[in-house]
């Protein structure tokens, strides 16, 4: 049988699946250049998955707009990452979304984290400028994460766009956010996974790299295969130092996919994207007591921020008038 004959009836979803040839790399770094995206990644020789993201340009425009400090940028960009990663969960490319909500003890306070399946993400912590605590592992200063999130719960809330949002929490195990996303997944979705995250803030602050990864054994993968990816998970560089040097996700998946043939199955352009606008916002000013407007409307006006981006929308006293007419006529 001829290699056209044999593959006749191959569903689509196989057709589509590439090789990671050296063509398919230079394709991919022309097209995305260096914004950020993410590939997953499957091997030919056994049921292996990987989700490589490279969140870099995200994570500083979260900064930008949040203000950080640089403990506060590390672990807001972690928990954007963390996000994206963990929309392995939902159908590619689809509407669902999923909330990552890290509710800690520590200085930082509540940190928020959603994004769709199509890679848009947003979110926020608590206290933006919290002072950045600081340790040493192996004689390199590093900032301590764990410090500033403390110990509490992790939840992810998925939403399939029907029903009731699925939503579930675990302990915090470190507080590093990585290590808590892969106990989560093993604790609440039965997936045994390794996940690595990183967020490279640089002297003046700005992030210098940052991304991820999530690799799991799928059903059916052999011994001999797991041990393998952990054995290439453990010798892996942190994947920020990577993504500062150069490395681009599909290399990522290369390293870690080392003795297997990686085949890409999906690519996501993943940006920092919120949903707010001043429609919304809108939505907010018009469900106050009648009361509170008519205080608003003699204070000349109201500014209402959106939580999840910074935004600022600024409603007149004009405006103000506008919709509590609108109220009015809508009460009646
Ligand atoms: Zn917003």
Same mark, same amino acid.
């Given at each position: ?68 400090? &640089? ?24 509407? @669902? ?30 206290? &933006? @400028? ?38 579930? /929490? ?25 996940? /690595? ?39 892996? &560089? ?10 681009? &996700? ?14 890409i199955l999906a690519l996501k352009e993943l940006s920092f994207k919120c949903k707010c606008s001043k429609e919304v916002a809108k939505g907010g000013v018009i469900a106050l007591p ?43």
């Amino acid at each position: 049988m001829d290699k056209k004959e044999k593959n006749v009836g191959v569903p689509d979803r196989e057709k589509l699946m590439k090789k990671l040839t050296e063509e398919v790399k230079s394709d991919l770094k022309s097209y995305f250049q260096d914004r950020d995206y993410g590939v997953i990644a499957v091997t030919e020789e056994d049921a292996l998955r990987a989700f490589v993201v490279k969140t870099t340009n995200l994570c500083d425009i979260a900064r930008l707009r949040h203000k950080t400090s &640089p403990i506060a940028t590390a672990v807001l960009g972690r928990a954007l990452t963390g996000a994206l990663l963990l929309t392995s969960l939902l159908k590619h490319a689809s509407d @669902q979304r999923l909330l990552l909500r890290i509710e800690g003890d520590g200085p930082i306070g509540l940190v928020v984290a959603e994004a769709n399946a199509k890679g848009n993400v947003r979110g926020f912590v608590k206290n &933006p @400028q919290v002072e950045t605590f600081v340790k040493e592992v192996n004689g390199k200063k590093k900032f301590d994460i764990g410090r500033a999130v403390g110990s509490g719960f992790l939840t992810v809330v998925k939403d399939f766009g029907f029903g009731t949002p699925y939503e579930s /929490s675990v302990p915090l195990v470190s507080g590093e956010i990585a290590e808590d996303i892969a106990y989560y997944l093993l604790k609440s979705e039965q997936i045994p996974s390794a996940v /690595s995250i990183g967020v490279l803030v640089g002297e003046t602050g700005k992030v210098e790299a940052a991304g991820g990864f999530l690799v799991q054994p799928l059903p059916g993968a052999s011994d001999k295969a797991i041990e393998k990816l952990e054995e290439n998970v453990k010798k892996l &560089p942190p994947v920020s130092a990577l993504i500062k040097e150069g490395k681009r &996700p599909e290399e990522i998946v290369e390293l870690l996919f080392e003795g297997f043939t990686p085949h890409i199955l999906a690519l996501k352009e993943l940006s920092f994207k919120c949903k707010c606008s001043k429609e919304v916002a809108k939505g907010g000013v018009i469900a106050l007591p009648e009361k509170d407007l008519k205080e608003l409307i003699e204070e000349g006006g109201v500014t209402i921020r959106c939580n999840f981006c910074n935004e600022e929308y600024f409603f007149s006293r004009e405006e103000l008038e506008e919709i509590l007419k609108e109220k009015k006529s809508g009460d009646n």
